[in-house]
């Protein structure tokens, strides 16, 4: 069964920098698509980024340039750093993976997930 757990958000002032990170256990973490998803209240889940199992990326438009998604497949850890923070980015982020098989593809939809994370609270002040 796999477990992700996502960590790292915080209170941070406009123009920061946080790095949230996601640790997947049960299952080879290798052959997972990891994704990055934030909610803000009110507000339908967003997709923010995803890396393949290959290092592919996706980013969504308003964090582009901004955001970058990584990860360690010896620690069984993906990352997102996240620079020049707004107070639009204020939310609470979640991280999903989904084995594909064979296939390598970035994932951008929340429907195409089956495991997330608990998630973990950014707030950005002005």
């Known amino acids: 069964q796999v477990q992700l757990v996502d960590s790292g958000g915080g209170l941070v002032q406009a123009g920061g920098s946080l790095r949230l990170s996601c640790v997947l256990s049960?299952?080879?973490?290798?052959?997972?698509?990891v994704g990055w998803f934030r909610q803000a209240p009110g507000k339908e889940r967003e997709f923010v980024a995803t890396i393949s199992q290959t290092g592919r990326t996706v980013y969504a438009d308003s964090v582009k340039g901004r955001f970058i998604i990584s990860r360690d497949n010896a620690r069984s850890t993906a990352y997102l750093r996240m620079n020049t923070l707004k107070p639009e980015d204020t939310a609470v982020y979640y991280c999903?993976?989904?084995?594909?098989?064979?296939?390598?593809?970035?994932?951008?939809?929340?429907?195409?997930?089956?495991?997330w994370g608990q998630g973990t609270q950014v707030t950005v002040s002005s």
């Open positions: 049960g299952r080879t973490f290798s052959n997972y698509v």
């Open positions: 999903a993976a989904q084995s594909l098989g064979i296939y390598d593809k970035p994932l951008t939809s929340t429907n195409e997930y089956n495991n």
